[in-house]
């Protein structure tokens, strides 16, 4: 698992990958050059429809892989 800091993410320098299906975007974040397969992404999930807010599994840790729509809508979303 990757540490990416508070400074990092407020600086926007990372990469980002946006997913979406008919409910909710999809977005993932890391340091430039990770593999969308590496399980070192933030993931987060926002609903069209409420606005709310929720990361993959509860957590703001970049652990998660972000390979395609399929693997991050899977995903737990808790927070």
Known sequence: MQTISLQEI???NLDCI?????????YCRAFPGTARAA??????????TTDDVRHAGGSREAKWAA?????VAAYSYTD
């Open 67 to 71: 390979t395609d729509l399929a693997t």
């Open 39 to 48: 399980t070192s992404w933030i993931v987060k999930r926002i609903s069209k």
């Open 18 to 26: 946006h997913y979406e299906d008919a409910n909710y975007d999809y």
């Open 10 to 12: 407020m600086a926007d």
